[in-house]
C-alpha cells in the first residue's frame, strides 16, 4: 500500500531511533552452542516483540509527562483541546504493561521462551479498542497542525524537539506510535512463526493470533477510513447548491487527497473519494481549516486521464512538445470530464515523479473498481460491507512494511490514504 500523495510539512532534522537490541546480547546466556540457528532466530524474534512492548510504553508515558501534562498545566491549551489531541492514549498504556508483563512471565531465568502463542492468543482481542483512538487521529493531527500557528504552542513544541528526550521526533510521532505499533504486528508474529518449527506447540496458536491480528486491523483500518472521509466531507463548503453531489454524500472511502497546482500555479487540494473527484481550494474560515469547492465536482466513472510528459506543459496554459527541462513544467497530468457538449479540463502539478505516479495508480485503481462495480449485479448493503471489509484486510499491514512512519490518517485505503 502506497503513501497518500501529500503529506504535511515536517521538522527537517535526522529522526534519531533507539538503538536495536538483540535478545543474544541481552541475556549473558550459555545457549549458544545448544540452540539450533532457527531456534536463536525465534528467540530474537520473540524478544523484539517484547522489547517492542516495552519501547511503546515508555513513548506513551513520555508523551503523557512531557507534552500533554506541561500544556496543560502552563494553559498553553485547553483540557478540551489535549483531550482532542491525545484521544484516549492514556487507555492503551495498560493493554501493553498487560502484555508485557505476560511475556515475562514466561520468560525462562535464561532468557530464553518456550511457549508464548497462547499470551497472543487470550490478548489481542483487547487491541479493538484501538478503533476509537485510530478514528480520532485525522481530527487530532487537523487541530495540532493549527494550534502550531499559536506561538506558544509552537514555541514549546520546538522547545521539546531540540531536547534529548524526543530523539528528534515531534509530537505527532509520538502520537501515531500507537497506530505504527499496531500495523507492526502482523509481521512480528509472522517473523516468529517462520522460525517456529513444525512440531512446536505455538505453531496452531501463532497461526490463530496472525487471523485475529489480521483481522482486527483490517476492522480498524474500514472504520478509520470512513471516520476520515466524514471528516473532510464535513469540511467541504459549497459556493452554491448545484456544486453538492450524490456521489460526495454517498461516499464512504477517501482514496486519496492532497495538493496540486495547476498550470496556472494556483495551490489547489483535490480529493479522490470512491466515485467522485472534487477540486477545492483550502481556506481558513473561524481559525479552522476548509475546503471550498473550485469546480464542479467529476464522477469517476466519467474521468478521463492523461499522463503528460515533462516539458509538454507549458506554465500558463499553453501546450509545447519538449519545451524545456525547466522545474516548472515537469510533472503534469491531465483529467477530463465531459458532459453533453462541454468539457471540463484540469492540468495538475505533483510535488515530484513519485507524487504524480501515486495519483495516476488511485485515478486508475479507482476507475477499475468504479467499472467493476457497475458490472457486478446489485448486491446487499450488508454484501458491499462484507467485501470493503475484505479489500482492506492487509492496507493498515502492507503499509507498516514499506513506510513504518506513515501516519494513519496519512496512509489511504487501497492504494492510499493519507
Not at 522489547?51 to 508515558?61: F, R, S, V
Not at 485510530?134 to 500557528?149: I, T
Request: proline share 5%; net charge negative; glycine share 4%.
Amino acid at each position: 500500500m502506497a503513501p497518500r500523495p501529500w503529506s504535511r510539512q515536517v521538522v527537517p532534522t535526522v529522526t534519531k531511533r533507539r538503538d536495536s537490541k538483540l535478545w543474544s546480547e541481552t541475556f549473558d546466556v550459555g545457549l549458544g552452542h545448544m540452540l539450533s540457528s532457527k531456534e536463536i532466530k525465534r528467540q530474537e524474534a520473540i524478544f523484539e516483540l517484547s522489547q517492542g512492548e516495552q519501547d511503546l510504553i515508555e513513548d506513551l508515558k513520555l508523551a503523557k509527562k512531557a507534552y500533554h501534562d506541561p500544556m496543560l498545566k502552563l494553559c498553553i491549551m485547553t483540557e478540551h483541546e489535549l483531550n482532542q489531541i491525545f484521544g484516549t492514549l492514556d487507555s492503551l498504556i495498560p493493554l501493553h504493561e498487560d502484555l508485557l508483563s505476560r511475556l515475562r512471565d514466561v520468560r525462562n531465568p535464561d532468557g530464553s521462551t518456550d511457549h508464548m502463542g497462547h499470551i497472543l492468543v487470550h490478548w489481542l482481542p483487547c487491541l479493538e479498542t484501538y478503533n476509537s483512538y485510530c478514528s480520532n487521529q485525522v481530527a487530532a493531527k487537523a487541530l495540532l497542525d493549527h494550534k502550531k500557528q499559536d506561538h506558544r504552542v509552537h514555541d514549546f513544541l520546538q522547545r521539546c524537539l531540540e531536547s534529548p528526550f524526543s530523539r528528534k521526533l515531534d509530537l505527532w510521532n509520538f502520537l501515531d506510535i500507537p497506530r505504527s505499533r499496531l500495523v507492526k504486528y502482523p509481521l512480528l508474529l509472522r517473523e516468529i512463526l517462520k522460525h517456529t518449527p513444525n512440531e512446536h506447540p505455538d505453531r496452531q496458536h501463532l497461526d490463530e493470533a496472525i487471523n485475529m491480528i489480521q483481522s482486527i486491523v483490517a476492522r480498524i483500518n474500514t472504520q478509520t477510513g470512513e471516520s476520515e472521509c466524514r471528516y473532510y466531507k464535513e469540511r467541504l463548503l459549497y459556493l452554491e447548491s448545484g456544486q453538492r453531489d450524490l456521489l460526495i454524500e454517498s461516499s464512504r472511502i477517501l482514496i486519496c487527497h492532497g495538493e496540486l497546482k495547476n498550470n496556472r500555479g494556483v495551490k489547489l487540494h483535490v480529493f479522490l473519494f470512491q466515485d467522485v473527484l472534487v477540486i477545492t481550494r483550502a481556506i481558513s474560515h473561524n481559525e479552522q481549516l476548509w475546503y471550498q469547492l473550485y469546480r464542479q465536482p467529476i464522477p469517476v466513472r466519467d474521468l478521463e486521464w492523461e499522463d503528460l510528459q515533462d516539458g509538454e506543459m507549458r506554465v500558463g496554459g499553453s501546450i509545447r512538445g519538449a519545451f524545456s527541462n525547466n522545474e516548472r513544467t515537469k510533472n503534469f497530468f491531465r483529467v477530463m470530464f465531459r458532459c453533453g457538449g462541454q468539457t471540463q479540463m484540469h492540468c495538475f502539478q505533483a510535488s515530484d515523479t513519485f507524487n504524480k505516479q501515486q495519483w495516476l495508480n488511485c485515478i486508475r485503481q479507482a476507475k477499475e473498481a468504479v467499472g467493476s462495480a457497475e458490472s457486478e449485479p446489485p448486491r446487499s448493503p450488508q454484501m458491499d460491507r462484507e467485501r470493503q471489509h475484505n479489500d482492506c484486510s492487509d492496507t493498515m499491514e502492507d503499509s507498516s512494511s514499506e513506510y513504518p512512519q506513515m501516519e494513519l490518517a496519512d496512509i489511504p485505503v487501497s492504494p492510499v490514504r493519507e
